[in-house]
């Protein structure tokens, strides 16, 4: 007479068989859990540059005169000029704008090459996880004016590959006189010619 129930065999294998598909839940689960962080990553990534890109553009848009690259290409000051709260420059005595608040964009990195670079504005960190930031100067000559832009250029490495984003922005006070090399004041009618 044979007893009912499972024999050793058939346990084992059940057994065998529920192992094998917690491993493959497990697996699929640390496998989602991975593309879960490297999106959530990528996406923290990809919205700090977004805002770093928007604050350089309004800082260089909104510039004077008075632009420069330092410390080989890693550093960019911005003087901006002062205006009210409609938006409109302020002027000085003699019919000039004032000059306002200066910006500075500063790339640092570290000294161990595996680590990522920093890029600063005004001593506050805007986008970290970087490889290099490069900021340049491009004049064209337009008849006797010359038209100033500024080019940003950053680099970053992530599981994909390397990528690098680069941006051509112009000064809107300077760009808006491309040709006339000279600003007019509306105060005294004085002209003065920006210099880069």
Not at 55 to 76: M, P, Q, V, W
Not at 97 to 126: H, M, Q, T, V, W
Not at 132 to 156: G, P, S
Not at 161 to 179: F, N, V, Y
Request: overall charge positive; hydrophobic content about 40%; aromatic content about 12%.
């Amino acid at each position: 007479m044979r007893k009912k129930g499972f024999t050793m065999v058939e346990m084992l294998l059940t057994v065998c068989l529920l192992a094998f598909l917690i491993f493959v839940i497990i697996q699929l689960f640390s496998f989602a859990s991975k593309y879960y962080n490297f999106g959530t990553f990528k996406l923290r990534q990809l919205s700090m540059l977004r805002i770093a890109l928007e604050l350089l553009k309004s800082d260089i848009r909104e510039a004077s005169g008075d632009l420069r690259i330092i410390n080989g290409n890693k550093t960019l000051l911005i003087r901006k000029f002062t205006s009210d709260s409609t938006g409109q420059l302020r002027y000085d005595k003699s019919g000039t704008p004032e000059s306002g608040e200066l910006c500075e964009y500063r790339f640092s990195s570290s000294s161990d090459k595996s680590a990522s670079g920093i890029l600063y504005r005004n001593n506050r960190a805007i986008l970290t996880d970087i490889d290099n930031v490069d900021f340049a100067f491009n004049k064209e000559q337009i008849d006797d004016a010359q038209l100033l832009r500024v080019i940003v250029t950053i680099e970053h490495q992530h599981k994909g590959g390397r990528s690098k984003t680069s941006i051509h922005i112009s000064p809107k006070h300077l760009s808006s006189w491309a040709r006339d090399p000279f600003w007019v004041s509306i105060g005294n009618d004085q002209r003065f010619k920006y210099k880069f």
